[in-house]
């Protein structure tokens, strides 16, 4: 009998080790994702300016908005992490910066990315606390140093993810649309 039990609670220990390096796989793959974005306006900017008639200038005005977006988002996620909980934030987060970045792919002109620039920022600043919370909270310092590398490979794929598609012959909204899908399948991952 003792061993039996001994065995059941070697289980559930592997069982609970098991889930908590398979969400720490999730919370990587979403920091990925949250850095795709990123960079992402730098490489397509001057195909977008001529696409919309714009200076190279014009481009300033989306930064500001969207860094504004993402630190109202920021400051703000406190009060709706307590309220949703982590794992809705995330989801829902995640779910509004692909469709920020769908929405750029489509966006008739140079105003409707003002329209989906919201998502993008409130969606972004949303992902980044939570999951830093999360992850301070939940796991070692060494996963939290791991947590913002994995930004970091995406700040640097979703550059080139554009720059190829670019040099492929497609337009900058294959890059946008790209990257969008890609953060609709994470958010479809989130979700299960």
Same mark, same amino acid.
């Given at each position: ?21 398979? *969400?720490?796989?999730? +919370?990587? /793959?979403?920091?990925? &994702? ?6 992402? %306006?730098?490489?397509?900017? #001057? ?47 995640? *779910?509004?910066?692909? +469709?920020? /970045?769908?929405?750029? &792919? ?6 409707? %990315?003002?329209?989906?620039? #919201? ?74």
């Amino acid at each position: 009998i003792d061993r039996s039990l001994i065995c059941c609670q070697y289980q559930h220990i592997m069982k609970k080790q098991i889930h908590a390096i398979l *969400l720490l796989v999730v +919370i990587y /793959l979403a920091f990925i &994702s949250l850095g795709l974005p990123d960079s992402v %306006l730098g490489i397509a900017w #001057p195909s977008m300016r001529i696409d919309f008639s714009r200076p190279l200038e014009a481009a300033g005005w989306l930064t500001i908005i969207g860094t504004a977006c993402t630190a109202l988002s920021s400051i703000m996620s406190g009060h709706v992490l307590a309220r949703f909980g982590t794992g809705r934030v995330t989801f829902v987060s995640c *779910l509004m910066t692909a +469709i920020g /970045l769908l929405g750029y &792919s489509f966006a008739p002109s140079f105003w409707w %990315l003002f329209v989906f620039l #919201p998502f993008l920022g409130f969606g972004a600043g949303a992902i980044d606390c939570g999951l830093n919370v999360y992850v301070g909270a939940n796991y070692s310092s060494r996963h939290m140093n791991w947590l913002h590398c994995c930004w970091g490979i995406g700040a640097t794929l979703g550059p080139m993810i554009v720059t190829g598609l670019l040099a492929g012959g497609f337009s900058w909204r294959a890059g946008y649309r790209t990257i969008g899908c890609i953060q609709l399948g994470l958010a479809v991952v989130l979700f299960v």
